[in-house]
């Protein structure tokens, strides 16, 4: 059988690895503040989603809670017009829609806001 030496490859003995973990441990106990601090709350308290009646939307139902968890005081269903051009997302209608953004883009794009 092959003996293993002190020292290994890399050079480091045992007695420098435990000076080395010591160290560290001595660290560890110097005080130093342990505060685990969040990100801000955010910038906006309102948050309106599309209310769809269609088993597709129901993660942003589910995600209500979580959102309130994440600082949205007031969160808002508005209903889709269907009747109306244009996305329903932008100013007066919803923040956040989980339909697809290519209708989006070009609504932006020919100048519409």
């Not at 339909?99 to 806001?113: E, H, K, L």
Request: charged residues 25%; glycine residues 8%; positive net charge.
């Amino acid at each position: 059988m092959k003996r293993v030496s002190a020292k290994s490859i890399e050079g480091c003995s045992r007695r420098k690895f435990l000076a080395k973990m010591s160290a560290l441990g001595g660290a560890s106990c110097l005080g130093l503040p342990r505060v685990a601090t969040a990100e801000p709350p955010p910038e906006t308290s309102k948050l309106r989603l599309m209310a769809y009646p269609a088993i597709c939307a129901a993660p942003q139902y589910v995600a209500e809670s979580l959102l309130k968890a994440e600082g949205f005081t007031s969160i808002e269903y508005v209903k889709a017009d269907e009747t109306a051009p244009g996305p329903y997302v932008g100013p007066g209608k919803a923040d956040v829609d989980l339909d697809a953004v290519t209708p989006i883009i070009t609504y932006i794009d020919a100048g519409n806001r």
